[in-house]
Structure formats: C-alpha cells, structure tokens
C-alpha cells in the first residue's frame, strides 16, 4: 500500500426517489475520498453483509417523519407519475428501501454515520429518517463516528442551494473524523 493510499474503507448506502438523496451520497462521497477508499450504493445493490468497509454511510429521504415503507414509496412514485409536478423518479425507486435492508443487513461494521434529505422546516415538523438509521445501527452494535446530518429540499422537493458543498464538507469533516479516530 503507497502512503497516498486511503487507509479507510466506507461504503455509502442510499435511498433515494427524485435523486436528491443519490446527489447528497454522492457528494458525501467526493468529500471523503481524501481519507477512505469509497463505495456508494443504492440500498437495492446493497450487500447484506457490509463486514469488509471500515465505516458505513446510510442515508434515505424521510417520509411521513422517519423512514419510507413501502406504501410512502408508493405515493412518491405516484408524484412521479404526475404532470404537475417535475419530478422523476429514480430507477428501483419502488424496491427494497433502507428500513428493510438493515432489518436484513446482519451486523454492520463498526462506525457508521447517517445522513437524510428532508423537507425545510423544523425537525419537529418533519422528522428524520437519520435518526431511524441511527437508532437501528447502534441497535445492531454499530458506534456512531458523527452526529447524524440532513440535507434540506424545498416544498417541491427540490435541494436548496448549497446543499451539495455542505455534503462534500460533511464528507471532509467524516475523513478527518476517521483520521482522528473521533467518535460522536
């Protein structure tokens, strides 16, 4: 291994239905490249176990205050599906989403992070599908390297401005966690 070599394996697993999720973990994953060898992932070619990668990025869109079901997919789908709206829907958008592949996952790896894409308003108002993957992943033994994190979308679900650059920070603040050794 050459000295430039990343030192660090991470997988980045995502959800997404418009894209803007498949964006953020994408960005996520420019941002951290520095530090670790990356690997993203729609959650439908997501392996069930994730024991080769040193740390774990899980992101999802909330629906209806946490994590999509199968019916919220639905409906998502059929928004795609309405000429009022511009918007498209990503490929296997309907499948398998994040909560029923950590129900399948087996044990994760060591650290994770979780990230989401939500609508811009209070948390309170909105909920978080991070806080659901963080709760699952500590479930399952896992050790949280950063506090989760969201990417806000507008009313049309749309990323805001800026969203991108704050997800390849985010992606730069996880290297220099993983080098450090940090954990939140």
């Known amino acids: 291994m050459s000295d430039t070599a ?3 394996r991470a997988a980045i697993v995502y959800e997404s239905m418009f894209g803007n999720t ?3 973990a994408e960005a996520i994953a420019d941002g951290l490249r520095d530090g670790a060898a990356v690997t993203v992932l729609r959650v ?3 392996p069930e176990s994730m024991q080769d990668v040193d740390l774990l990025l899980v992101g999802a869109p909330t629906h209806a205050h946490g994590l999509s079901r199968p019916a919220s997919r639905a409906e998502a789908a059929a928004w795609g599906d309405d000429p009022g709206r511009s918007l498209t829907l990503e490929p296997e958008a309907e499948g398998i989403g994040v909560r029923e592949w950590l129900e399948t996952c087996g044990e994760p790896p060591a650290r994770f992070a ?4 939500r609508a ?3 948390e309170l108002f909105t909920g978080s599908a991070a806080k659901g993957i963080d709760k699952r992943l500590r479930r399952l033994g896992a050790h949280r390297l950063l506090a ?3 990417f806000l979308v507008d009313k049309a679900s749309v990323l805001l401005p800026g969203q991108l650059d ?3 920070a985010w992606g730069r603040e996880i290297a220099a966690a993983l080098r450090t050794g940090a954990a939140g």
């Open 6 to 8: 990343p030192a660090a």
């Open 44 to 46: 439908s070619d997501a």
């Open 22 to 24: 498949r964006r953020v």
């Open 148 to 150: 989760t994190h969201s």
């Open 166 to 168: 704050d997800a390849t």
């Open 120 to 122: 811009d308003m209070p």
């Open 114 to 117: 979780a990230f989401d894409t």
